[in-house]
């Protein structure tokens, strides 16, 4: 990861206090991807997972909306990491991410979900993008803990 001290933090890019994740395009490709989880979340989330959250093992999921296909690329983050620079994305296409903490159980938990970001035009994908294929339908192994709040 490249160092990004010239760019604005979260709270100014959303004015936002709290649990956010915004996807901004940075060049024509390279998005850039930053987020942010509030010291009250990380204790919510150690409550439900029943696990200190520091312990948690963290995944970006990064997907990809292509015709009506949908692809992703995982890219495990320490704490420590509160961005993350995606390059060579490929053009037309819809671009999002989430946040996936993981449990010592290997039950995952989704806290934020990114805005949608629709690129146009780039140049052509270097990444391995994978199918993304549903899992069967369980809410005991699938949780999805974040909501958007409209202004």
Not at 25 to 43: A, D, H, V
Not at 126 to 148: C, G, H, R
Request: proline share 3%; glycine share 4%; aromatic share 12%.
């Amino acid at each position: 990861m490249k160092n990004l001290e010239h760019l604005p933090s979260m709270n100014q890019l959303n004015h936002l206090h709290g649990d956010a994740m915004t996807l901004l395009m940075r060049t024509p490709s390279i998005l850039f991807l930053q987020w942010n989880i509030g010291s009250k979340t990380e204790m919510a989330l150690s409550i439900i997972c029943s696990e200190q959250y520091p312990s948690l093992k963290k995944t970006i999921r990064f997907y990809q909306k292509k015709k009506n296909f949908l692809y992703y690329k995982d890219f495990k983050i320490s704490d420590q990491h509160t961005y993350l620079l995606i390059e060579g994305i490929g053009s037309d296409a819809g671009y999002y991410a989430e946040l996936i903490l993981h449990t010592s159980e290997n039950s995952t938990l989704t806290v934020l979900k990114s805005n949608v970001l629709e690129v146009t035009y780039t140049n052509d994908s270097l990444i391995n993008w994978k199918v993304y294929k549903d899992e069967p339908d369980s809410w005991e192994k699938q949780f999805s803990a974040y909501t958007v709040y409209d202004k």
